[in-house]
C-alpha cells in the first residue's frame, strides 16, 4: 500500500479567453452587475486552497479581476487549451516552483460550489496519483445517452474515490449500475501538468475530443471523487440565463 502524504502547496489557476464561439466574450458577460469570471474568482477564493490566479490573453478580463482586488497573468492569444494556458501562467508566476500542485478551473463554471475545489486534491495524498478530477451520478435518464455529458469509467478504490480508466462520450459501461458524468476540473501535480502539455495529442482524444485521454494513454494516473452536483458550465446564451437565476440571492447580498 502507497505511503500516504499531504498534497503539496496547491495554487488555483483559471484560464479565460475572449474567442468563445457561442457566447462572445463570455468570461466578461453579466451577472448581476459582474463578469461571470469574477464569480469564477470569487468560488475558487471561498475555497480556500491556495492563492487563485486568472490567466487571460484579455486586457479586460485582466481588469476586472485587478478590480476586485484579484490577480490576473497576461499569456498568449494562441492557446489550443486551458491546460496550454496555465502552463504558461504557472511559468511566470511561480518561477522558483514553491507551488506542487496545480488545479485547472475553467473560467465558466460561476455555480461552482467551493468545497468540490478543495475535494479535488484529495486523490493528491496517494502519490500513485498523477492527475485527480470530479465526477457525480447522473440522475437524469437523457443525460446518460448525450454526447454532450461525458463519462466517466473508474474502478472504485475506496468509497466516493474511483481509479479512472477511460472518458467517453458514449453511454458507458453498459450494464446495471451507475453512469458517472465527468466534471472537467482537474489538480495537477506540477511534473503532471508539465508532462501532460509536452505530449501530442493521443488518438483516443482526437477520436473521442476530449484531452484527459492524452493522460491515460501516457499511463498517467487519474483519480477522480465523487461530489453531488454538476455546475453548470455556461456555454450559450440560455446557460447564462439559467446562471443569473441560480445566482439571484448573491445579487441580493446573501451568500450563493
Given at each position: 500500500?502507497?505511503?500516504?502524504?499531504?498534497?503539496?502547496?496547491?495554487?488555483?489557476?483559471?484560464?479565460?479567453?475572449?474567442?468563445?464561439?457561442?457566447?462572445?466574450?463570455?468570461?466578461?458577460?453579466?451577472?448581476?452587475?459582474?463578469?461571470m469570471i469574477v464569480h469564477v474568482w470569487r468560488r475558487a477564493t471561498e475555497a480556500g486552497v491556495g492563492p487563485v490566479?486568472?490567466?487571460?490573453?484579455?486586457?479586460?478580463?485582466?481588469?476586472?479581476?485587478?478590480?476586485?482586488?484579484?490577480?490576473?497573468?497576461?499569456t498568449r492569444a494562441d492557446h489550443p487549451s486551458g491546460s496550454d494556458r496555465i502552463a504558461e501562467a504557472l511559468d511566470q508566476i511561480d518561477p522558483a516552483r514553491d507551488f506542487g500542485v496545480v488545479i485547472n478551473l475553467q473560467g465558466d463554471l460561476p455555480t461552482l460550489d467551493p468545497l468540490s475545489v478543495r475535494r479535488a486534491l484529495t486523490p493528491l495524498e496517494d502519490p500513485d496519483v498523477d492527475i485527480s478530477t470530479?465526477?457525480?451520478?447522473?440522475?437524469?435518464?437523457?443525460?446518460?445517452?448525450?454526447?454532450?455529458?461525458?463519462?466517466?469509467?473508474?474502478?472504485e478504490v475506496t468509497p466516493g474515490r474511483?481509479?479512472?480508466?477511460?472518458?467517453?462520450?458514449?453511454?458507458?459501461?453498459?450494464?446495471?449500475?451507475p453512469l458517472y458524468h465527468h466534471i472537467g476540473l482537474y489538480a495537477y501535480r506540477r511534473e503532471a501538468l508539465e508532462r501532460f502539455v509536452k505530449l501530442p495529442p493521443s488518438p483516443l482524444e482526437m477520436r473521442e475530443k476530449l484531452?484527459?485521454?492524452?493522460?491515460l494513454e501516457a499511463g498517467m494516473r487519474v483519480d477522480a471523487v465523487k461530489v453531488d452536483a454538476v455546475p453548470l458550465g455556461v456555454d450559450t446564451p440560455e446557460d447564462l440565463e439559467?446562471?443569473?437565476a441560480l445566482l439571484i440571492h448573491a445579487a441580493e447580498g446573501v451568500p450563493s
Open positions: 500500500m502507497p505511503t500516504v502524504r499531504a498534497p503539496s502547496r496547491p495554487l488555483v489557476l483559471v484560464p479565460a479567453r475572449l474567442a468563445a464561439t457561442r457566447l462572445p466574450n463570455k468570461p466578461l458577460a453579466d451577472i448581476h452587475g459582474e463578469p490566479v486568472v490567466a487571460t490573453d484579455s486586457v479586460d478580463v485582466a481588469e476586472a479581476i485587478k478590480s476586485v482586488g484579484g490577480q490576473a497573468v497576461m470530479l465526477v457525480a451520478e447522473i440522475t437524469r435518464e437523457e443525460e446518460k445517452t448525450a454526447p454532450d455529458v461525458v463519462k466517466m469509467v473508474g474502478s474511483f481509479r479512472c480508466l477511460y472518458f467517453t462520450r458514449a453511454t458507458a459501461p453498459t450494464g446495471p449500475g484531452e484527459q485521454l492524452r493522460a439559467r446562471a443569473r
